[in-house]
């Protein structure tokens, strides 16, 4: 089974929109780490926002934030008031357990362009 | 601010031959990671060091591929002999040592071989 699905290929947002970027996971540890990464056509993976599997409250940094949903196992992207600058390819990744050992699995991600 | 290099930044090969890429990690970074990256897929993780020693290469294609970090700082994956589908970006990142909550990414590497 795949540790991440991303099921949105494409996706396109009116500038100064919001828009949601879907991800969901597959794990049995009780303790994971979520994550998001922007990667623009110039190919650097750009850290975006993280949520910790125990965390209580969503996480948010400026204009994204995670919508953890743990019963359901997502944790889905929301990106408000959309730029331009904001089309790029996003990832999303896990990494399992909470040890420094433990690799991230990625997603195949979602193309997101933002139209003027 | 400290950032992952990686270098070159692009590389054409032709099949069979010997190619190598660097990565210097951020300084103090204890954890590094080669990954590939194909075009339209997300990134597979190819080996992880903890300082010099190998933490996972499961999915490194060992007879072709090598990597290494002999003092626990830069590091340098070899493919000899390159094949055609090799062609993909190959992308280095750095954590700290008492925190894996997000990976440090270089540049990357952009690999084509004819």
């Known amino acids: 089974a795949q540790k991440i699905t991303q099921t949105q290929p494409g996706m396109f947002v009116q500038e100064k929109e919001a828009v949601t970027l879907d991800c969901t996971y597959d794990?049995?540890?009780?303790?994971?780490?979520l994550f998001w990464y922007k990667q623009p056509s110039s190919g650097e993976m750009i850290f975006l926002i993280y949520?910790?599997?125990?965390?209580?409250q969503n996480a948010t940094e400026g204009r994204y934030s995670l919508n953890f949903q743990k019963a359901r196992k997502s944790a889905n992207l929301v990106i408000s008031a959309s730029q331009l600058g904001d089309s790029a390819m996003y990832f999303c990744?896990?990494?399992?357990?909470?040890?420094?050992?433990?690799?991230?699995?990625f997603g195949t991600g979602t193309s997101l362009t933002v139209i003027p | 601010e400290a950032e992952v290099a990686q270098s070159p930044r692009y590389k054409i090969t032709e099949k069979s031959q010997a190619v190598a890429f660097w990565c210097d990690p951020i300084?103090?970074?204890?954890?590094l990671y080669w990954y590939r990256q194909i075009l339209g897929q997300g990134p597979e993780l190819l080996v992880q060091?903890?300082?010099?020693?190998?933490?996972?290469d499961s999915q490194l294609p060992k007879d072709r591929f090598s990597a290494e970090r002999l003092k626990g700082v830069d590091s340098t994956l070899k493919i000899q002999p390159a094949e055609l589908g090799d062609s993909a970006m190959y992308l280095c990142?750095?954590?700290?040592?008492?925190?894996?909550?997000?990976?440090?990414f270089g540049p990357g590497t952009r690999l084509t071989v004819l």
């Open positions: 990744a896990m990494r399992e357990g909470d040890n420094r050992g433990n690799q991230f699995y």
């Open positions: 300084s103090g970074h204890a954890t």
């Open positions: 990142a750095s954590s700290p040592r008492d925190s894996t909550d997000t990976q440090y």
């Open positions: 949520q910790g599997s125990y965390d209580q």
């Open positions: 060091f903890q300082d010099e020693s190998v933490v996972d």
């Open positions: 794990t049995s540890d009780p303790s994971y780490g």
